[in-house]
T-cell receptor
Framework: AQSVTQLGSHVSVSEGALVLLRCNYS??????LFWYVQYPNQGLQLLLK??????LVKGINGFEAEFKKSETSFHLTKPSAHMSDAAEYFC?????????????FGQGTILTVHP | EAGVAQSPRYKIIEKRQSVAFWCNPI?????LYWYQQILGQGPKLLIQ????????DSQLPKDRFSAERLKGVDSTLKIQPAKLEDSAVYLC????????????FGPGTRLTVT
């Protein structure tokens, strides 16, 4: 069984500050991990994915995430926040194999960026 | 390339009524998903189709929810009869194949049951 916990339902940062969104997972098999972003009234968009290759994954819009097996974590970071980063972010896990598509999502973290 | 299309975008119904949502995936995408996203929660997978066959419907409340994907292209999700707790955004997503990592999401249909 898979599960995802996102620590903090709301995160607020100033423009130019570091963004850190936390995600911890539970998986009975080696996981595939994803971060999605959702802007108001839009569907989810894939930011980045970990699929058992490099543990540091770079995504779109300057975001990156590091897979840490010992900590069962996959935190999302961006060195310098931009106003356009304000959105809701979801971490998700997949068991892979024949079930790549069976995503289990966390509850989401709303990111607010202040001028 | 056109994205995933969904209609309607918004729907308000009374409890015990029926409702249907429509999804047209990206052209050529063999796999189609329906998710339910309740306010304040992440999306929950309801059903996954591969072409016109069901791959996984383990989380679909089959006593009131049904879905079909005739001809392996567009899909319809139906709720009959609706309950208050069905109020949510219903998201459709598609991917090129069952083993594709990336899912492309539509804008969703926001359902309010009163």
């Amino acid at each position: 069984a898979q599960s995802v916990t996102q620590l903090g339902s709301h995160v607020s940062v100033s423009e130019g500050a570091l963004v850190l969104l936390r995600c911890n997972y539970s998986s009975s098999v080696p996981p595939y991990l994803f971060w999605y972003v959702q802007y108001p009234n839009q569907g989810l968009q894939l930011l980045l994915k970990y699929t058992s290759a490099a543990t540091l994954v770079k995504g779109i819009n300057g975001f990156e995430a590091e897979f840490k097996k010992s900590e069962t974590s996959f935190h999302l970071t961006k060195p310098s926040a931009h106003m356009s980063d304000a959105a809701e972010y979801f971490c998700a896990v997949s068991p892979g194999g024949t079930s790549y598509g069976k995503l289990t999502f966390g509850q989401g973290t709303i990111l607010t960026v202040h001028p | 390339e056109a994205g995933v299309a969904q209609s309607p975008r918004y729907k308000i119904i009374e409890k015990r009524q029926s409702v249907a949502f429509w999804c047209n995936p990206i052209s050529g995408h063999a796999t189609l998903y329906w998710y339910q996203q309740i306010l304040g929660q992440g999306p929950k997978l309801l059903i996954q189709f591969q072409n016109n066959g069901v791959v996984d419907d383990s989380q679909l409340p089959k006593d009131r929810f049904s879905a079909e994907r005739l001809k392996g292209v567009d899909s319809t999700l139906k709720i009959q009869p609706a309950k208050l707790e069905d109020s949510a955004v219903y998201l459709c997503a598609s991917s090129p194949g069952q083993f594709s990592y990336e899912q492309y999401f539509g804008p969703g249909t926001r359902l309010t049951v009163t």
